[in-house]
């Protein structure tokens, strides 16, 4: 089954060219019916992917994931003229997994698409479940369970895997841009550093401090001993 992509972008010319090029690569195409209820479609249609500008009618892309964030972990691209570093560290703090900024390439689209769906769906699928305390991690799933679950965006379950998975090592920054975007062509250590604050959050929320350590100039590291 071809995977569904939610296009909330009002510029018509990209519109069309997005549409048609989706579509050629065997994707099903949603566009918003009303920008004023744009949290309330994508509840309702459930797409795999969502693209989204910041510059929109009525409420700005931010508000809206943020909005989306509240019942769904659907992953997310933003797409935007607004290619500033600030804009790129508000969308990643309102939960976006992937910025590109307009004109983009539309290859290079695809590969963002291609790669955050397969990471989003398929990887970790076969992972095993880890334990933090009195609660479960369970990758397949971006999911940390107990009371109450929480749920991970892809990438910071991402993070959490690959750090568990080398528990006691440091991790690079460099190895975890490359293994949650496959290139650091476009992605800076804001981007990264945006996502593991998300992460400690939930981590917090959950009962778990500190799990993660900084290592100045190297890294991140999990220590053995805190599991």
Same mark, same amino acid.
């Given at each position: 089954m071809s995977s569904t992509i939610f $296009?909330?972008?009002?510029?018509?010319?990209?519109?069309?060219?997005?549409?048609? #090029?989706? #579509?050629?690569?065997?994707?099903?195409?949603?566009?918003?019916a009303d920008f004023q209820q744009i949290a309330l479609e994508c509840q309702h249609a459930a797409p795999d992917l969502v693209l989204m500008d910041i510059s929109l009618p009525y409420y700005n892309g931010f508000h809206w994931t943020k909005a989306i964030r509240d019942f769904s972990e659907v992953p997310i691209i933003f797409l935007s003229?607004?290619?500033? #570093?600030?804009? #790129?560290?508000? +969308?990643?703090?309102?939960?976006a997994d992937d910025f590109i900024a307009?004109?983009?390439?539309?290859?290079?689209?695809?590969?963002?698409?291609?790669?955050?769906?397969?990471r989003s769906y398929q990887y970790g699928h076969q992972a095993t479940n880890f334990s933090l305390g009195d609660r479960r991690f369970l990758p397949?799933?971006?999911?940390?369970e107990g009371t109450p679950n929480v749920l991970l965006t892809p990438n910071e379950s991402r993070i959490l895997l690959l750090l568990l998975e080398q528990r006691g090592k440091?991790?690079?920054?460099?190895? $975890?841009?490359? +293994?949650?975007?496959?290139?650091?062509?476009? $992605?800076?250590?804001?981007?990264? +550093?945006?996502?593991?604050?998300?992460?400690?959050?939930?981590?917090?929320?959950?009962? $778990?401090d500190d799990l993660i350590q900084t290592v100045k100039n190297k890294g991140y590291l999990i220590e053995e001993e805190q599991l």
């Amino acid at each position: 089954m071809s995977s569904t992509i939610f $296009i909330v972008e009002d510029d018509q010319t990209i519109i069309s060219v997005l549409e048609k #090029q989706l #579509q050629q690569w065997g994707y099903q195409v949603l566009l918003p019916a009303d920008f004023q209820q744009i949290a309330l479609e994508c509840q309702h249609a459930a797409p795999d992917l969502v693209l989204m500008d910041i510059s929109l009618p009525y409420y700005n892309g931010f508000h809206w994931t943020k909005a989306i964030r509240d019942f769904s972990e659907v992953p997310i691209i933003f797409l935007s003229s607004a290619d500033d #570093q600030m804009n #790129q560290v508000m +969308a990643m703090s309102m939960g976006a997994d992937d910025f590109i900024a307009k004109p983009f390439d539309l290859t290079i689209l695809l590969a963002k698409i291609q790669a955050l769906l397969r990471r989003s769906y398929q990887y970790g699928h076969q992972a095993t479940n880890f334990s933090l305390g009195d609660r479960r991690f369970l990758p397949a799933e971006n999911l940390i369970e107990g009371t109450p679950n929480v749920l991970l965006t892809p990438n910071e379950s991402r993070i959490l895997l690959l750090l568990l998975e080398q528990r006691g090592k440091i991790v690079a920054r460099e190895t $975890i841009i490359e +293994a949650l975007w496959q290139s650091d062509e476009f $992605i800076d250590n804001n981007t990264l +550093a945006v996502n593991m604050t998300r992460l400690r959050k939930k981590l917090a929320s959950s009962g $778990i401090d500190d799990l993660i350590q900084t290592v100045k100039n190297k890294g991140y590291l999990i220590e053995e001993e805190q599991l």
